[in-house]
């Protein structure tokens, strides 16, 4: 089972972006991510094989104790033009996110064998995902709608989700302090 680790926001620019999911949703762009169970963040980690989850989550936890809740500035639309076909919020690279994400995989060094490689610093990407498996045909669209309706806003991490991937539903609230 995949696990991600990921930076949940706070209540305002989780509501801003759900309101780009529902709009994705409402025109066809994509309508998973206004379905799903999951919450607007950014992917810290993603990993396969974790044997001992609760081991896991444990070192996601004692991490949290180590940060205080960062800014997350969001300052543009993206999009990866992969398989899946991404359209995304940017965030922008400061040195103390940089900072943060290298000391996380720091702390969950026993865990790197079974980190995917796209996560890991100096290759990672940090973004919000608001629309994903777009249709070739309909990415134009979205990124038109995900223009219209997205202001760059300065956001705050509130808590560390410990999520099943396939599921697409959090197994662990940690609530940053």
Not at 14 to 36: A, C, P
Not at 132 to 137: G, Q, R, T, Y
Not at 150 to 165: N, S
């Amino acid at each position: 089972m995949p696990i991600a680790v990921e930076l949940e926001f706070d209540h305002n620019t989780s509501n801003e972006i759900r309101s780009i999911w529902k709009d994705m949703s409402d025109y066809g762009v994509s309508q998973f991510l206004h379905h799903s169970p999951g919450v607007p963040h950014v992917t810290l980690a993603m990993y396969n094989g974790i044997e001992d989850l609760p081991a896991f989550i444990r070192h996601v936890n004692s991490f949290s104790y180590t940060i205080s809740k960062p800014s997350i500035n969001l300052n543009s639309v993206g999009l990866f033009n992969v398989e899946r076909n991404i359209i995304y919020l940017a965030v922008t690279v400061t040195s103390d996110l940089i900072f943060m994400h290298k000391n996380f995989y720091s702390h969950m060094e026993e865990y790197s064998p079974n980190a995917w490689r796209f996560y890991m610093p100096g290759v990672w990407v940090p973004h919000v995902t608001v629309a994903i498996n777009v249709e070739e045909d309909k990415l134009i669209r979205g990124v038109e709608i995900a223009a219209k309706k997205f202001k760059p806003m300065m956001a705050t991490a509130e808590a560390l989700h410990v999520i099943d991937v396939q599921e697409a539903k959090t197994i662990e609230r940690i609530a940053i302090l």
